[in-house]
Nanobody, 124 residues
């Protein structure tokens, strides 16, 4: 049974940093595509970043240069380092996973498994 558990969310002021973590279980973590998504109430869930089995990364334009996705295949943890946070980054952040070759954060439909989310709030 695939499970994804996020942690690390919280409240910060604009310009601050947070690091989100996602602990997976129930699948071969090292060979799957992993992604981070976010959602604001009343809006569609949107992609943030994705990392494939070879640790190739992709980001959406809103977060390029500020966020870094990484994975530790030995510890089986996915991370999202978020720097220079802005109020518009406020959202529930979700970890997601799939086992297909294509690994892009803007193709939400590829992702089969989702965590419960962790809230990030950025104040101005």
């Amino acid at each position: 049974q695939v499970q994804l558990v996020e942690s690390g969310g919280g409240s910060v002021q604009a310009g601050g940093s947070l690091r989100l973590s996602c602990v997976p279980s129930g699948f071969t973590f090292g060979s799957w595509c992993m992604g981070w998504f976010r959602q604001v109430p009343g809006k569609e869930r949107e992609g943030v970043a994705a990392i494939d089995y070879a640790e190739s990364t992709k980001y959406t334009n809103d977060v390029k240069g500020r966020f870094t996705i990484s994975r530790d295949n030995n510890k089986k943890i996915l991370y999202l380092q978020m720097n220079d946070l802005k109020p518009e980054d406020t959202a529930m952040y979700y970890c997601a996973a799939h086992q297909w070759r294509r690994c892009q954060p803007d193709i939400k439909s590829d992702f089969d498994f989702w965590g419960q989310g962790t809230q990030v709030t950025v104040s101005s």
